[in-house]
């Protein structure tokens, strides 16, 4: 599942013997309800899934080869033992998940593509058999997504495309661990496993907000965990300076979301809007600036910042982490027990979508 921070965003959607055995009858679902666009779409999708299982290996297979790099043999090491300790202590479902390797030759294992109106935070959404409605549509190609993205952006959206390095295909297959992420620091290759394992504990259909938020707040905690646990203080405490500035990211980036919902709801003309609209563009820029001096010059969300900021890449902020207070909050009222903070998420997912949102912000006011 899919973070659109720092530099790099994370999303979600598709291993082993039983899983491919599922596909065929996946293949003819997709065709039964869907046109000829939709076809190739999940013609591609379910092409690109099967493609990396077929070239994924056992992570023993490369812990075994003299081929290995020391490297790599130290990260897949490293895996082995976030999963054990992501179902031991954080009570996640890993079974056979991340115990197969692909390497990728690209960066990304996927591209997602967002869209929103022009003059609307109210993002577009793709909806899927099984998986629900989502506000992004993945592709393995970056080509492919971007042809998509000009498609949409012709007919009048704000887009933007973004390369994602891991998924979750939500329990259906069994995840490989891939290249586009198996090189990262020891707490990012944490956060990304077990948010993406968190994905396959609990996933209310049509509801990415709560999907997304709730995967953070769990991968969150459990970071703060292992850190604990392996006794690292210099890293606990640089985790917990990088949560502050992402908090502050966070707050800056919401802030500008209620301005352009009032310059969009008001009754001036599309050319002024559109001319206020770049001049409040502007005005987030120079506020990071602000943010990057008081970091000291230096800033994670850089690149975040240089691209052409839209409706639809300030709405994943909000797909990623308009919840997460409010998941946090309830986390602590659980006293950061994380099965009974499970259990309450649950019941939760057993609620109408405003009346789950409605819940969790009455907690935080």
Do not use: M
Request: net charge positive; charged share 25%; proline share 2%.
């Amino acid at each position: 599942c899919n973070k659109a921070i720092r530099t790099r965003t994370r999303a979600d959607r598709k291993n082993t013997v039983t899983g491919l055995s599922r596909t065929p009858l996946l293949l003819l679902l997709f065709i039964s309800l869907c046109g000829c666009e939709s076809i190739g779409y999940y013609r591609q999708a379910i092409g690109g899934h099967l493609s990396l299982l077929h070239r994924s290996k056992p992570i023993s297979h490369y812990l075994s080869s003299e081929q290995t790099s020391a490297e790599l043999k130290s990260q897949l090491r490293k895996v082995q033992a976030l999963r054990q300790f992501a179902g031991q202590e954080l009570l996640l479902p890993v079974k056979k998940q991340y115990s197969r390797y692909v390497s990728l030759d690209r960066n990304y294992v996927v591209w997602n593509v967002f869209a929103a109106p022009e003059f609307s935070l109210q993002p577009k959404t793709w909806c899927y058999p099984v998986a629900g409605c989502a506000s992004y549509r993945g592709y393995y190609a970056e080509a492919t997504a971007r042809r998509y993205a000009a498609k949409l952006q012709a007919r009048g959206y704000d887009v933007y495309v973004a390369g994602i390095a891991a998924y979750s295909t939500l329990g259906w297959f069994k995840d490989p661990v891939l290249s586009s992420f198996i090189y990262r620091s020891d707490v990012d290759l944490a956060d990304l496993l077990f948010h993406e394992l968190a994905h396959q504990l609990l996933y209310i259909k049509d509801d990415t907000p709560f999907n997304e938020s709730f995967a953070t707040v769990v991968a969150r905690e459990g970071v703060r965990h292992w850190l604990q646990q392996r006794g690292v203080k210099a890293a606990y405490d640089t985790f917990v300076t990088d949560q502050k500035k992402q908090q502050a990211f966070i707050e800056l980036v919401t802030s500008y979301r209620e301005l352009f919902s009032n310059l969009y709801s008001s009754n001036l003309d599309d050319e002024e809007k559109r001319r206020q609209k770049a001049v409040l563009i502007n005005r987030l820029k120079l506020d990071h600036q602000k943010l990057k001096d008081r970091w000291g010059g230096q800033s994670d969300y850089d690149g975040w910042f240089e691209q052409d900021i839209n409706n639809a890449q300030l709405n994943t902020v909000a797909t990623y982490f308009d919840l997460v207070p409010a998941l946090a909050h309830l986390l602590v009222q659980q006293n950061n027990d994380l099965s009974a903070f499970y259990r309450e998420c649950a019941r939760l997912a057993h609620l109408s979508k405003q009346q789950r949102y409605d819940l969790l912000n009455s907690h935080i006011h």
